[in-house]
């Protein structure tokens, strides 16, 4: 099992930056991608970006050079850098985590609420 805590979430106006990170426990060592999904009002929850363990990343068009992501591997944390926010950023942000390829977490999804 692999279990995750979010931290970051809350208000901001539109054209600021906010960061969320994602701190992994559990049996870490299986974990071989960790990642952002986000579900806006009334929508499925959509990827946001993710990262390998190899560094690779791959990123939503709609985040694609505003969202950067990073990790730190010493302590399984990811951090996803939200710049240059838009109201249609609003939304539910889960911290996901694979492992093994095939099992797959989830965080508690904090709210994030940009302002117009």
């Known amino acids: 099992q692999v279990q995750l805590v979010e931290s970051g979430g809350g208000l901001v106006q539109a054209g600021g930056a906010l960061r969320l990170s994602c701190a992994a426990s559990?049996?870490?060592?299986?974990?071989?991608?960790m990642g952002w999904f986000r579900q806006a009002p009334g929508d499925q929850r959509d990827l946001g970006a993710t990262?390998?363990?190899?560094?690779?990343?791959e990123y939503a068009d709609s985040v694609k050079g505003r969202f950067p992501i990073s990790k730190d591997s010493v302590k399984d944390t990811v951090t996803l850098q939200m710049n240059s926010l838009k109201p249609e950023d609003t939304g539910l942000y889960y911290c996901h985590a694979c492992a093994f390829g095939d099992f797959h977490y989830w965080g508690q999804g904090p709210q994030f609420t940009v302002s117009s």
């Open positions: 990262i390998k363990t190899s560094g690779e990343i």
């Open positions: 559990g049996r870490t060592f299986s974990v071989d991608r």
